[in-house]
């Protein structure tokens, strides 16, 4: 019944990331930092557990000579949230135990 969820993005914070990069493309390290409410600790590490995994891809740019870092789901990052999301939802809509 849990076949298909996978453990990188059973963590709120990551599943919430990869979410947010499927919908719009790429996102900057600030702006994720904003819109999660995360620390800079909290928010590097689970950028660096999904960059591990191979799931996003990290750019490094400059703008008015700070830097900054962009952020984009890889192509195996995008596979395994869809696999995630199609696992959520089989277990939304299986019929109620028993019924």
């Known amino acids: 019944m849990l076949e298909g969820f ?3 993005l059973e963590h709120r914070h990551r599943l919430a990331i990869a979410v947010l990069l499927a919908r719009h493309g790429e996102i900057s390290f600030a702006r994720f930092k904003l819109q999660l409410d995360l ?3 909290n928010l590097g590490a689970q950028m660096k557990r999904l960059e591990d995994d191979g799931y ?3 750019r490094k ?3 008015d000579r700070k830097p ?3 952020y984009r789901l890889a192509p195996a990052g995008r596979k ?3 696999r995630h999301m199609k696992a959520l939802r089989s277990l ?5 135990a028993g019924a």
Not at 92 to 96: G, S, W
């Open 6 to 8: 996978d453990a990188t």
């Open 92 to 96: 939304i809509d299986a019929p109620p």
């Open 68 to 70: 900054v870092t962009w």
């Open 39 to 41: 620390t800079d600790g």
């Open 61 to 63: 740019d400059f703008v």
């Open 80 to 82: 395994a949230l869809d």
């Open 56 to 58: 996003i891809a990290v």
